[in-house]
């Protein structure tokens, strides 16, 4: 059948683009010591990490999925910096700044902040991180601050509503990734109208948010860890709550679509391809 060989096809293609990403990811995480060991960074991590990157923009290639793939690396060094090695809230803030120094242009200091810079330098190729450059450093502070915020509730064994838990979503840090991929490759249209965009992020954000503590329960708990459902909420309210927040976010999706189709279809599949991937349907209404 021609559209089973068509749709074959390019299901192969966007397989070979996630592998020569994680190829490329591979030799990237190697330039910055100590920061991504392989015990907990091994080959199948980057081909898990390359794979939401290309399915979710199955239009591109390699080379304009390269700061979407670093921006999403770079927040998971954060994320592991934030949650186990850093043990005070000095060393927590002491990286927040360095973070958003070197994001306005200073030289990096570490491992960590020379990896920021070069994603930073990176993006400076795309030719208009000038004009947007304090946009995505406040995008950069909206995720630190959030991850501090959960860093204290961990520590303070604070519990948190549901409701500010999910406020908090920006610890996830999948907008930040979204909007240092809109900068670097986005269409006009799109660049010009980030806010409208950032809103359908943020959206998409507090969903995965809640996606990816069902999914990392177990784990959470046994490291000690936040997670939606030690909240003292039952799990049917944690998924109503994502039927919920995914239907939001794709009503915000669709407002983009007559103006920027590939970037309404990037953000909903990131929605599917997360609940797919993980085996969780959490927006089975959603229309």
Known sequence: ?????????????????????????????????????QAVFGTEFFHDLTLASA???????????????????????????????????????????????????????????????????????AGEFERLQRVWRDQLADMLVAMTTAWEWRERRAVPTLARYVDNADCRGSSFVDLSHWIYVADD??????????????????YLHLLGDVVSYRRDMSWGDLNV??????????????????????????RLRPHSPR?????????????GYTGVSGFRRVP
């Open 1 to 37: 059948m021609p559209d089973e060989l068509d749709e074959a096809f390019e299901l192969g293609k966007t397989c070979a683009t996630a592998a020569e990403c994680g190829r490329d990811l591979q030799r990237c995480a190697q330039m910055y010591t100590g920061l991504f060991p």
């Open 55 to 125: 399915f979710g923009s199955p239009w591109a290639g390699a080379g304009r999925l390269r700061v979407v793939n670093r921006a999403a690396l770079w927040v998971l060094a954060v994320d592991r910096h934030v949650e186990y090695t850093a043990t005070t809230r000095a060393q927590v803030d002491r990286m927040t700044r360095e973070c958003l120094s070197v994001a306005e242009g200073a030289v990096p200091r570490t491992a960590l902040t020379r990896f920021l810079a070069d994603l930073r330098d990176e993006m400076a190729t």
């Open 189 to 206: 249209w799109s660049k010009a109208h980030l806010d409208d965009l950032r809103a359908a992020s943020r959206q998409v954000q507090r």
């Open 229 to 254: 459902l030690a909240l003292g909420v039952e799990r049917t309210e944690v998924t109503d709550a994502m039927t919920e927040l995914a239907g939001e976010a794709c009503e915000l999706i669709e």
């Open 263 to 275: 970037t309404a279809s990037y953000l909903r599949r990131q929605i599917g391809f997360s609940a």
